[in-house]
């Protein structure tokens, strides 16, 4: 799904839920459809939805991200700098991450043998695999600023 079916699921998904279609939450929401590999904080899509729609505030941003969690059009991650951090989701494409732990970039992949080797490793224990988060924490090699403690 691109971004415009994207706001289009949600404004549905908010009627049947009979929640109204606020600007604010459609701004929200759209930040957050357009942030593919972004991988945006509450202050970083607060930032950007004001600029949508100016007077928007932390709760609402906050508030809106749950009810985008709840329907299943964003996932959160916690990737150990204290934010949660939001992307918008997608059942049909699957990917796991790489964050720096000096600079805090995020890199996607996926790998088709990780994947392989986590449904035989749960089939060998008697699962299937329903959901997986695999989080590998790296730092750059090229060198990076640390952002606690900018040079
Ligand atoms: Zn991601
Ligand atoms: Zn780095």
């Known amino acids: ?15 049947s839920q009979g ?10 929401a759209k930040v957050l459809f357009t942030s593919e590999g972004e991988h945006l904080s509450l202050p ?7 600029k949508i729609r100016s007077g928007i505030g932390y709760a609402t941003v906050y ?6 969690v709840d329907g299943g059009f964003a996932s959160e991650h916690q ?6 951090r939001y992307e918008p989701a997608d059942d049909t494409k699957h990917h796991d991450h790489l964050i720096c732990v000096r ?9 088709p043998v990780i994947e392989a080797r986590q449904d035989a490793i ?10 997986h988060r695999l989080e590998i924490y790296v730092r750059c090699l090229q060198g990076c600023e640390d952002k606690d403690n900018p040079a």
């Open 1 to 15: 799904m691109n971004a415009t079916e994207r706001i289009k699921a949600f404004r549905s998904y908010l009627g």
């Open 19 to 28: 929640l109204k279609l606020t600007t604010q939450r459609d701004a929200i």
């Open 44 to 50: 970083e899509l607060l930032e950007r939805a004001q």
């Open 103 to 111: 600079c805090g970039k995020v890199v996607e992949f996926e790998d």
């Open 79 to 84: 990737f150990g700098d204290g934010q949660t």
């Open 63 to 68: 508030r809106t991200m749950r009810l985008l």
């Open 122 to 131: 749960a089939a060998q224990n008697g699962f299937e695999v329903v959901a």
